[in-house]
């Protein structure tokens, strides 16, 4: 042995643990080293991820030379540390604690919806006594509505405080505290507000008793009744893993996988509560469906194929547009891509979200992979609420910001953030554009550097501005380095092309990194199978327009594409869901799958790609799309549709080359003319995608929007309206029935839209002009 | 600040409910620890609001204090409600903490505080109806434990309390 330990690195101590001898990490603490190695401590309060609070005394252990059991928690390790985990000591200590934990909590776990997955019920059955010495009265504690995803029975709390520690240190929103002392402590917020943070789920994961449960889950299913299998989130770009929990081929609810490089154990509330969407029947389309003389009809798949061919035959490549869905699995783009080609037909788009085509397609560009996100030292956010579009990147400039990373942000409104930024720079859609101007305008005049062309042009006529000039400088030392963040506020930007060409060539000044926020679960594998086209096709006049996994209200410019539909002779819709604004306008609808009831692969923001294995039984005759279209193939006569299972159609995919990043083309820039108020059409955290916009337990909680359009306080003179008025929103002589609100975190001048809801069906996003007019009767 | 909700779910301001005598006091606790921990002047901000509001402090005093400190509600409400000498339920004009702690208890203050509670007519944490004393519920030690069984009124220590004196004390209260 005193060979071995003279080569103990510098940072290392050298433990003995249940008589084996273990090297552990200078500073760290014993149950650190025992997790390491497998070696079993009792603990409630302790979590890898969160702060250590010491205070449920469960994980006492027995050190030798110390006066008494030691918690392995909050215990460093020091050099020939002998620890005995399971002495007589030990154990005593542990079940001492036991003993203290269960004065007060109930013995309820038949009626408790934590029974048969709970850490005090497992650790009770190991170090519990039989029967109970109290025979006092156990406390109890009132219950708070924490809103519509959390239920709570604090009766049931021991206190361990994790979820405490994780709404403050990782969620940063401090909505439970510790309230009242001693033994009658109790968790709850601040004045019964409920929950807000868009994390907030992941205290149910955490608490180690029935104290905080999945609300829409409850009183559900045992856990031994329940399959787990393997999914990925479909509502950002991330693909959070996920366990499904299911019985009888029916999610009942998803729960984290964890995995370090993106989401590590966390969920957000979107990706746990998302899929309650799919037990809606609510505009869910079970068989295939054929409109005729206004009448829907129901027909088989072999009828409705025939027809969709049949047309498809019979029209001018051209003629045919395809709009596909960013959630759709890589395999069934591919398949669209390959029917696409053989008809000859490039009439095809997945940037539904998207309305300035003025340059041609570039892929999005990813320098930053998602966990060195936090290690970034300056991070400039540009058009992005990154805690709404993919709440765990938010977490990582979270973690970056704890760290010490300087935050700035530029964009349509002052966004609610769970960080401190530096500069929030806001302005009405086109003025924070000009804001991003006077960023480059303060790098170009001190590094004497300019752009070419029509941005040169442009950025000759902005001018200075004396905040941003200061962050000018600081980014101007290049030793931090930054990272620009480029998110969907921007990609949805009339004037998106100039903002990219903006951030591209600031980066390539100062050396820094660009981020671009992606706006579907796999608009990367959508692009990596070519399903785009340089100009709108929206501006061209087609006889079939093909919906693939998509609703009128996924698109950037619903009232645009209402309108190429009602142009066209037909409309076939591959969906799950067909909503009656859709069905107006629809004459063929085929049920496809979504992703968790089909398998596939997703490519997510960061370029990583993984498998989803089905976790839901589709009802009635849905299929699984690659299915469709593989038929569909076959029915048209065409080559290499012969599939006999998705793996073989995964081998495929796999092999597509990567994306490169192209930098953006600006011929020149979109000079737009605004009268009246000048929209932004903002995009809640529960109306991006046809799941969330039908989870009834996200629709209730808190962050979800309503049908208003909110303005500055300022505006509301001239607007010659009241807050609370219904009011019409004219956009081009369209209307918009909505509930005026105001909010000083809006600018002046500015309107704000909830897009993606069926009250905004008339709004484009790409036209800046609305305004406010008297109620329509 | 933004997260576009329902407006009803807006909460409003209540710094307005602060008082210049009370910022100001606030600012000389706030001045006294680094901008970063700024949480640690929460107790002399609550003493403060408590001075204002006639020895109570309301769920709206505790989320001006919030706002005023710019730290979460939930942690005010933490120290409010873990501290004895933090009230946040109406008082009455005298506040009296009986001490019942390991060393009056021995020296008799469970008799104490039931003359205490028979002669007021009230139950420990309860006010008199006329406003005029409020029997507080819980004090820990206050290191008189030589002068035990003891009390604090209003601040002040009555020590080796007898019948007589707390008929004394409490009749010499307005």
């Given at each position: 042995m005193t060979e071995t330990s003279n080569q103990v690195p510098d940072d290392k101590v050298t433990i003995e643990i249940d008589g084996q001898t273990v090297l552990a990490d200078k500073g760290s603490m014993i149950i650190h080293a025992t997790d390491r190695h497998g070696i079993n401590v009792p603990r409630f309060c302790?979590?890898?991820k969160l702060s250590i609070a010491?205070?449920?005394?469960?994980?006492m252990v027995d050190v030798e030379k110390a006066p008494k059991p030691l918690p392995a928690c909050a215990t460093p390790v020091a050099e020939g540390m002998k620890i005995y985990t399971r002495s007589k000591r030990a154990t005593s200590g542990q079940k001492n604690a036991m003993e203290f934990l269960l004065i007060?909590?109930?013995?309820d776990c038949p009626i408790c919806?934590?029974?048969?997955?709970c850490e005090l019920q497992d650790v009770a059955m190991g170090y519990?006594?039989?029967?109970?010495?109290f025979v006092e009265g156990k406390r109890s504690v009132a219950d708070e509505?924490?809103?519509?995803l959390v239920a709570s029975d604090?009766?049931?709390?021991?206190?361990?405080?994790r979820c405490v520690r994780f709404l403050n240190e990782?969620?940063?929103?401090?909505?439970?505290g510790g309230i009242?002392?001693?033994?009658?402590t109790y968790i709850a917020t601040a004045i019964g507000q409920g929950l807000d943070s868009?994390?907030?789920?992941?205290i149910i994961d955490l608490c180690?008793?029935?104290?905080?449960?999945n609300k829409p889950f409850?009183?559900?299913?045992?856990?031994?009744e329940l399959m787990a299998t393997a999914g990925l989130s479909m509502?950002?770009?991330?693909g959070s893993n996920i366990y499904y929990h299911t019985r009888h081929g029916k999610i009942l609810r998803a729960v984290p996988q964890k995995n370090e490089s993106i989401n590590e154990a966390w969920l957000s509330d979107r990706d746990r509560y998302g899929i309650h969407g799919l037990n809606?029947?609510?505009?869910?389309?079970t068989q295939p469906m054929v409109k005729k003389s206004g009448q829907w009809n129901v027909i088989s798949w072999d009828d409705a194929l025939r027809i969709l061919a049949d047309k498809l035959k019979n029209?001018?490549?051209?003629e045919i547009a395809l709009y596909a869905g960013q959630h759709a699995t890589s395999e069934e783009y591919y398949l669209l891509k390959k029917l696409f080609k053989q008809l000859g037909s490039?009439?095809?788009?997945?940037?539904?979200?998207?309305?300035?085509?003025?340059?041609p397609y570039r892929a999005p560009r990813t320098d930053v992979a998602l966990t060195d996100v936090a290690k970034q030292k300056n991070i400039i956010m540009v058009g992005t609420y990154a805690r709404h579009e993919q709440p765990i990147l938010n977490h990582k400039i979270r973690q970056a910001w704890l760290h010490g990373a300087q935050i700035n942000a530029f964009g349509p409104c002052h966004f609610e953030q769970n960080f401190d930024l530096n500069l929030d720079i806001t302005g009405h859609q086109l003025a924070w554009v000009e804001k991003l101007g006077s960023l480059a305008v303060s790098l170009s005049e001190i590094s004497g550097q300019k752009p070419d062309g029509a941005l040169g042009e442009w950025l000759s006529q902005q001018h200075a501005d004396e905040d941003i000039n200061s962050l000018a400088k600081k980014l101007l030392k290049k030793e931090e380095g930054a990272l620009f963040v480029v998110g969907q506020i921007a990609n949805r930007h009339p004037q998106a092309n100039l903002i990219n060409a903006l951030v591209h060539w600031m980066a390539a000044l100062i050396n820094a990194s660009v981020n671009e926020v992606v706006d579907g679960a796999n608009t990367m594998g959508a692009a990596l199978n070519g399903?785009?086209?340089?100009?709108?096709?929206?501006n061209n006049d087609h006889t079939v327009n093909i919906i693939y996994q998509?609703?009128?209200?996924?698109?950037?410019e619903p009232a645009k594409i209402k309108e190429c539909l009602i142009n066209s002779e037909m409309t076939v819709v591959f969906n799950a869901f067909c909503d009656d604004a859709l069905k107006a306008r629809a004459d063929l609808i085929l049920p496809t799958t979504l992703l968790p009831e089909s398998s596939g692969s997703l490519v997510n923001n960061y370029g990583q790609r993984q498998t989803a294995l089905v976790a839901h039984k589709a009802p009635g005759e849905s299929k699984p799309g690659w299915r469709v279209l593989r038929v569909l193939g076959n029915v048209m006569g065409?080559?290499?549709?012969?599939?006999?299972?998705v793996y073989e159609l995964m081998q495929e995919t796999e092999k597509l080359k990567t994306l490169t990043s192209e930098n953006p083309v600006l011929a020149?820039?979109?000079?737009l003319k605004v009268k009246g108020l000048v929209l932004f059409p903002h995009h809640g955290i529960y109306d991006g995608d046809m799941l969330v916009r039908r989870s009834a337990p996200l629709q209730e909680s808190k962050l979800a929007t309503a049908d208003t359009v909110y303005v500055n306080p300022g505006d509301l003179v001239s607007i010659g309206f009241a807050v609370g008025d219904l009011v019409s929103v004219e956009q081009n002589g369209r209307y918009a029935e909505l509930t005026l609100a105001t909010d000083d975190a809006v600018p002046a001048s500015s309107a704000v839209i909830n897009m993606g809801r069926d009250s905004s069906?008339?709004?484009?996003?790409?036209?800046?002009s609305v305004s406010i007019i008297g109620a329509q009767s | 600040m933004f997260q576009i909700v329902n407006p009803q779910n807006k909460e409003k301001s209540?710094?307005?409910?602060?008082?210049d005598e009370t910022k100001a006091t606030i600012d000389y606790w706030l001045n006294k620890y680094p901008h970063e921990q700024r949480r640690s002047a929460v107790l002399g901000a609550l003493h403060a609001v408590q001075d204002q509001n006639i020895g109570w402090i309301s769920t709206e005093l505790m989320s001006a204090v919030s706002e005023y400190l710019d730290i979460p509600l939930v942690w005010v409400r933490e120290a409010a409600e873990f501290?004895?000498?933090?009230?946040t339920q109406p008082v009455g004009r005298h506040k009296i903490s009986i001490c019942t702690n390991i060393s009056c208890m021995l020296r008799g203050s469970e008799k104490i505080v039931q003359y205490a509670e028979n002669k007021l007519g009230i139950k420990l944490g309860e006010t008199t109806e006329d406003g005029r004393i409020t029997l507080v519920k819980e004090e820990e030690c206050v290191a008189a434990c030589t002068g035990a069984p003891m009390m604090i009124v209003d601040g002040h220590y009555h020590e080796n309390l007898t019948e007589q004196s707390i008929d004394e004390i409490l009749g010499g209260l307005d």
């Amino acid at each position: 042995m005193t060979e071995t330990s003279n080569q103990v690195p510098d940072d290392k101590v050298t433990i003995e643990i249940d008589g084996q001898t273990v090297l552990a990490d200078k500073g760290s603490m014993i149950i650190h080293a025992t997790d390491r190695h497998g070696i079993n401590v009792p603990r409630f309060c302790y979590h890898e991820k969160l702060s250590i609070a010491a205070n449920c005394r469960m994980c006492m252990v027995d050190v030798e030379k110390a006066p008494k059991p030691l918690p392995a928690c909050a215990t460093p390790v020091a050099e020939g540390m002998k620890i005995y985990t399971r002495s007589k000591r030990a154990t005593s200590g542990q079940k001492n604690a036991m003993e203290f934990l269960l004065i007060n909590h109930p013995l309820d776990c038949p009626i408790c919806d934590q029974g048969g997955e709970c850490e005090l019920q497992d650790v009770a059955m190991g170090y519990g006594r039989d029967v109970s010495r109290f025979v006092e009265g156990k406390r109890s504690v009132a219950d708070e509505d924490l809103g519509s995803l959390v239920a709570s029975d604090m009766t049931r709390c021991i206190h361990c405080t994790r979820c405490v520690r994780f709404l403050n240190e990782i969620a940063g929103t401090d909505e439970l505290g510790g309230i009242g002392r001693g033994d009658r402590t109790y968790i709850a917020t601040a004045i019964g507000q409920g929950l807000d943070s868009e994390m907030s789920g992941n205290i149910i994961d955490l608490c180690p008793v029935g104290a905080l449960t999945n609300k829409p889950f409850r009183f559900k299913a045992r856990a031994w009744e329940l399959m787990a299998t393997a999914g990925l989130s479909m509502h950002d770009g991330l693909g959070s893993n996920i366990y499904y929990h299911t019985r009888h081929g029916k999610i009942l609810r998803a729960v984290p996988q964890k995995n370090e490089s993106i989401n590590e154990a966390w969920l957000s509330d979107r990706d746990r509560y998302g899929i309650h969407g799919l037990n809606n029947d609510k505009d869910r389309i079970t068989q295939p469906m054929v409109k005729k003389s206004g009448q829907w009809n129901v027909i088989s798949w072999d009828d409705a194929l025939r027809i969709l061919a049949d047309k498809l035959k019979n029209t001018a490549p051209q003629e045919i547009a395809l709009y596909a869905g960013q959630h759709a699995t890589s395999e069934e783009y591919y398949l669209l891509k390959k029917l696409f080609k053989q008809l000859g037909s490039d009439q095809h788009e997945h940037r539904l979200t998207h309305v300035d085509f003025s340059g041609p397609y570039r892929a999005p560009r990813t320098d930053v992979a998602l966990t060195d996100v936090a290690k970034q030292k300056n991070i400039i956010m540009v058009g992005t609420y990154a805690r709404h579009e993919q709440p765990i990147l938010n977490h990582k400039i979270r973690q970056a910001w704890l760290h010490g990373a300087q935050i700035n942000a530029f964009g349509p409104c002052h966004f609610e953030q769970n960080f401190d930024l530096n500069l929030d720079i806001t302005g009405h859609q086109l003025a924070w554009v000009e804001k991003l101007g006077s960023l480059a305008v303060s790098l170009s005049e001190i590094s004497g550097q300019k752009p070419d062309g029509a941005l040169g042009e442009w950025l000759s006529q902005q001018h200075a501005d004396e905040d941003i000039n200061s962050l000018a400088k600081k980014l101007l030392k290049k030793e931090e380095g930054a990272l620009f963040v480029v998110g969907q506020i921007a990609n949805r930007h009339p004037q998106a092309n100039l903002i990219n060409a903006l951030v591209h060539w600031m980066a390539a000044l100062i050396n820094a990194s660009v981020n671009e926020v992606v706006d579907g679960a796999n608009t990367m594998g959508a692009a990596l199978n070519g399903l785009y086209n340089d100009q709108d096709i929206k501006n061209n006049d087609h006889t079939v327009n093909i919906i693939y996994q998509a609703e009128i209200q996924d698109f950037a410019e619903p009232a645009k594409i209402k309108e190429c539909l009602i142009n066209s002779e037909m409309t076939v819709v591959f969906n799950a869901f067909c909503d009656d604004a859709l069905k107006a306008r629809a004459d063929l609808i085929l049920p496809t799958t979504l992703l968790p009831e089909s398998s596939g692969s997703l490519v997510n923001n960061y370029g990583q790609r993984q498998t989803a294995l089905v976790a839901h039984k589709a009802p009635g005759e849905s299929k699984p799309g690659w299915r469709v279209l593989r038929v569909l193939g076959n029915v048209m006569g065409f080559d290499g549709f012969d599939y006999e299972d998705v793996y073989e159609l995964m081998q495929e995919t796999e092999k597509l080359k990567t994306l490169t990043s192209e930098n953006p083309v600006l011929a020149k820039v979109n000079q737009l003319k605004v009268k009246g108020l000048v929209l932004f059409p903002h995009h809640g955290i529960y109306d991006g995608d046809m799941l969330v916009r039908r989870s009834a337990p996200l629709q209730e909680s808190k962050l979800a929007t309503a049908d208003t359009v909110y303005v500055n306080p300022g505006d509301l003179v001239s607007i010659g309206f009241a807050v609370g008025d219904l009011v019409s929103v004219e956009q081009n002589g369209r209307y918009a029935e909505l509930t005026l609100a105001t909010d000083d975190a809006v600018p002046a001048s500015s309107a704000v839209i909830n897009m993606g809801r069926d009250s905004s069906l008339n709004i484009n996003a790409g036209e800046l002009s609305v305004s406010i007019i008297g109620a329509q009767s | 600040m933004f997260q576009i909700v329902n407006p009803q779910n807006k909460e409003k301001s209540h710094l307005h409910l602060l008082t210049d005598e009370t910022k100001a006091t606030i600012d000389y606790w706030l001045n006294k620890y680094p901008h970063e921990q700024r949480r640690s002047a929460v107790l002399g901000a609550l003493h403060a609001v408590q001075d204002q509001n006639i020895g109570w402090i309301s769920t709206e005093l505790m989320s001006a204090v919030s706002e005023y400190l710019d730290i979460p509600l939930v942690w005010v409400r933490e120290a409010a409600e873990f501290y004895s000498m933090f009230h946040t339920q109406p008082v009455g004009r005298h506040k009296i903490s009986i001490c019942t702690n390991i060393s009056c208890m021995l020296r008799g203050s469970e008799k104490i505080v039931q003359y205490a509670e028979n002669k007021l007519g009230i139950k420990l944490g309860e006010t008199t109806e006329d406003g005029r004393i409020t029997l507080v519920k819980e004090e820990e030690c206050v290191a008189a434990c030589t002068g035990a069984p003891m009390m604090i009124v209003d601040g002040h220590y009555h020590e080796n309390l007898t019948e007589q004196s707390i008929d004394e004390i409490l009749g010499g209260l307005d």
